[in-house]
């Protein structure tokens, strides 16, 4: 089954035994690729460092983890939530609770912003990126196959 534009939908494309076990690994895949690429995110950014060390990848905080806490060239926080299928209103949800815990807790003097990746985005979810001040990133995955002589 697809979403209005296209997109395989795997919650409802799998079993949820099947969907737990896929959805996860799809995330993992995107979060390292995405570390190791976070200009195409962001030309600038890089993950968080505390006491000497990069700490930004699944960053645990009161309620939640957020998938990658990142700084920008201006020295502000950026925060990264990651979705392997389409993003809903939920998905913002999440996103500015961990917006807001970065901005309470940890900006002394800096500003926070989020960033939502996903393949898509429900139309609810792009509305209220919009009114929070959250950036949208779509990713796509190519596959390519080749012949291999035997």
């Not at 296209?6 to 895949?29: T, Y």
């Not at 905080?61 to 806490?69: A, S």
């Not at 950026?78 to 917006?99: F, H």
Request: glycine share 10%.
């Amino acid at each position: 089954m697809e979403d209005a534009k296209g997109f395989p939908n795997a919650e409802q494309q799998r079993s949820p035994e099947e969907a737990s076990q896929v959805i996860p690994a799809l995330e993992r895949d995107l979060e390292e690729f995405l570390v190791h690429n976070l200009d195409q995110v962001e030309p600038g950014l890089t993950l968080h460092w505390e006491e000497g060390r990069e700490v930004g990848r699944q960053y645990e905080i009161e309620g939640g983890r957020i998938d990658l806490l990142c700084v920008d060239s201006g020295g502000d926080y950026v925060v990264i939530e990651l979705k392997a299928c389409e993003a809903g209103d939920s998905a913002v949800g999440q996103l500015l609770g961990y917006v807001g815990y970065v901005r309470r807790r940890m900006c002394w003097g800096r500003k926070a912003r989020g960033v939502l990746v996903a393949p898509a985005f429900s139309e609810r979810a792009k509305y209220a990126a919009a009114l929070a001040g959250l950036a949208l990133r779509r990713y796509r995955i190519k596959y390519s196959l080749e012949v291999v002589e035997t």
